[in-house]
């Protein structure tokens, strides 16, 4: 193989380094404690509602967006991170999951398989959108979906398992939800609606004026304020309902309410994307500070969403929190504190020799599994000592010059600071009959 040179000399002039794209973020120290705190609770969740996890890949065909969250919609038109690649391709990065689910579902003939399917997901999603608080432009969601089954039981179970979820995190919500009815009496409602912003179309902002011909519904949810007043007012869906839509509603309310979850129901609430049908929701933290301003997460019904990727009629209902607003809730309501798993036991070698009899006296608690801790490039009795303390190990092993000369190894109980000398080669098997009396 030919050499090559290689120059590893720095550039004369200094180039600030790389920086975080804006609406990015590094997850790391307590917010990374908190990320695996929320894993850990939806993948108990999933086992006990019996659902299975799939990961689909970050980057889809864009058409399948396109198609699916529809291409009036802000996520599609304003939002998408989209690309063509070296090979032609248009590419984006998933906005959303639900649709690669069902794109998923429909590739794999999950039609086949005892239905509902029940999967979950967690990643990261993709939405050019101006940050703010609990606003990013990359973020993490973990959803679930239940495909190929339209009883509203499910609706139930779907917005019970997430009010239950993120109550586990210590999270209390207030559960708003509406219901956008379907093919059968949205177009009538929709033409009802447009034709009363029409009436006050002077008073929207510029956006709900081009909403108004193509996706009057998102003028309901509309932030600006001459909006929400014009919005206040307008026909309610719930009053537009067909009969099928008007019963699916009533019954998800029934098992609500025999479940005793409290809801809010918001005839303003429509969601940001087109493929909803009938039921809509959404969680909101229920603490006065972030009320109107922080909804956890949102979900809803999807039954026509796999025919819009040209597959046959799956009714299915999803919903999908975020985790960096469950985790600024986190921060500053500190309702929850995650598990520390404190070590059993410290090892402390003292020197170079010890250093390697620690090694291996490490591996061997750890493949006994023992939770064992150290920090092998100290030196220092006392420095290491109080490390095992500040990480409230229960044993201390200390290895230095007399033990490696006596094949012993000194166990320090760090509750009661006695210390015994055991058998280097009895040392595993000890240490577990300690721990097994504590
Ligand atoms: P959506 O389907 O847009 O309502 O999103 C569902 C949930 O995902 C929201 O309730 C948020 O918790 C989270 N989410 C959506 N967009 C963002 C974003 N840009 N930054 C952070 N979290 C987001």
Not at 94 to 111: D, N, Q, W
Not at 401 to 414: G, H, N, Y
Request: proline share 5%.
């Amino acid at each position: 193989m030919a050499k090559k040179n290689i120059s590893l000399k720095l550039p004369k002039k200094k180039i600030p380094p790389p920086q975080l794209l804006r609406g990015m973020k590094d997850i790391y120290d307590q917010d990374q404690i908190w990320f695996q705190e929320i894993r850990k609770a939806v993948a108990v969740f999933a086992r006990d509602f019996g659902f299975s996890r799939i990961d689909t890949p970050i980057l889809e065909q864009h058409s399948l967006f396109v198609r699916a969250v529809g291409d009036q919609t802000d996520v599609v038109q304003k939002e998408m991170y989209a690309f063509v690649d070296q090979g032609g391709e248009h590419i984006a990065a998933r906005p959303e999951a639900t649709a690669s689910i069902v794109r998923a579902y429909l590739e794999h003939g999950m039609l086949s398989k005892p239905q509902p399917v029940k999967l979950y997901y967690e990643g990261p999603m993709f939405r050019h959108e101006r940050p703010q608080l609990g606003r990013y432009r990359q973020f993490f969601q973990f959803g679930f979906e239940a495909l190929g089954d339209q009883h509203p039981v499910l609706d139930a179970e779907m917005i019970l398992l997430g009010e239950r979820l993120l109550a586990s995190l210590g999270l209390k919500v207030v559960l708003q939800i509406n219901s956008i009815g379907d093919e059968n009496c949205r177009p009538q409602y929709t033409h009802i609606l447009k034709s009363y912003f029409r009436t006050n179309k002077a008073r929207l902002c510029a956006d709900c004026q081009k909403r108004l011909l193509k996706n009057p519904l998102r003028v309901l949810d509309c932030k600006e304020p001459s909006c929400v007043g014009i919005a206040k007012d307008a026909p309610q869906t719930i009053d537009h309902l067909c009969t099928a839509c008007k019963d699916h509603f009533v019954q998800v309310l029934e098992y609500l309410d025999e479940l005793q979850i409290a809801y809010e129901l918001n005839p303003r609430l429509v969601r940001g994307l087109d493929y909803y049908t009938k039921t809509v929701f959404e969680y909101w933290s229920d603490d006065e500070r972030f009320r109107d301003k922080l909804a956890l997460g949102g979900g809803g019904r999807y039954d026509r969403l796999a025919e819009l990727l040209g597959g046959r009629t799956v009714p299915a209902v999803g919903m999908a929190p975020g985790f960096e607003r469950i985790v600024l809730l986190l921060n500053e309501l500190k309702t929850y504190e995650p598990k520390v798993y404190a070590p059993q036991v410290f090892v402390a070698p003292l020197g170079d020799q010890a250093r390697k009899r620690a090694l291996k006296v490490y591996d061997g608690l750890r493949a006994a599994g023992v939770r064992v801790a150290q920090n092998f490039s100290k030196d220092g009795l006392s420095s290491q000592l109080g490390m095992a303390s500040k990480l409230q190990a229960r044993f201390t092993l200390i290895i230095g010059q007399q033990e490696i000369l006596d094949d012993t190894v000194m166990v320090r109980d760090m509750e009661t600071s006695s210390q015994e000398v055991v058998d280097y080669g009895k040392i595993v098997g000890d240490i577990k009959k300690r721990l097994r009396k504590k």
